[in-house]
Antibody, heavy 115, light 106 residues
């Protein structure tokens, strides 16, 4: 079964850090670029970051540049997003998705930034 | 950057009616790299249409996409109760990639 499974979300104080993971199965993960997309409560989809199939190239939305880092481990079919210096406005469901045509999405992991 | 603007923001219709959703790009979309996604409450988005007019696997033929250049349309020919959701267009080649969404409500 083709699947993406995120983990690592939770409640964190402003200024804190989290590391999100996305485990892929059922397709050749190393052949595809991947992205993180987030959705704040009641809001639309916001692209956060993308990484090339090899991991050599990374891209970030201006809103997260400098405080989020995307990476991948193709030997473990896993995508990561390191979140640092978290702000209240980073509160959202974070989805991983096959990219650029997102025909596979994870179920999402909730990140709540609050004191 | 290409900005996608979806209209209307909310569309109120009844089952059996026809829905027409619009996605307008600020510049011409190369190679019609335009996709539509459906998101139901509490669920991740799912792909409906890619390359502006190709249905994704398993998508019923009541869903159709059309358009080119800067103007794209998602049409649902006869609304079923399960079609009431939020729909997003995406240009898979630019940043930011998503439109702001259209809520289709009963």
């Amino acid at each position: 079964e083709v699947q993406l499974l995120e983990s690592g979300g939770g409640l964190v104080q402003p200024g804190g850090s989290l590391r999100l993971s996305c485990a892929a199965s059922g397709f050749t993960f190393s052949n595809y670029a991947m992205s993180w997309v987030r959705q704040a409560p009641g809001k639309g989809l916001e692209w956060v970051s993308s990484i090339s199939y090899s991991g050599a190239s990374t891209y970030y939305a201006d809103s997260v540049k400098g405080h989020f880092t995307i990476s991948r481990d193709n030997s473990k079919n896993t995508l990561f997003l390191q979140l640092k210096s978290l702000r209240v406005e980073d509160t959202a469901i974070y989805y991983c998705a096959k990219w650029p045509l997102a025909d596979i999405w994870g179920q999402g992991t909730m990140v709540t930034v609050s004191s | 950057d290409i900005v996608l603007t979806q209209s209307p923001g909310t569309l109120s219709l009844s089952p059996g009616e026809r829905a027409t959703l619009s996605c307008r790009a600020s510049q011409s979309v190369s190679s019609n790299y335009l996709a539509w996604y459906q998101q139901k409450p509490g669920q991740a988005p799912s792909l409906l249409i890619f390359d502006a007019s190709s249905r994704a696997t398993g998508i019923p033929d009541r869903f159709s996409g059309s358009g080119s250049g800067t103007d794209f349309t998602l049409t649902i020919s006869r609304l079923e109760p399960e079609d009431f959701a939020v729909y997003y267009c995406q240009h898979y080649g630019s940043s930011p990639p998503f439109g702001q969404g259209t809520r289709l409500e009963i």
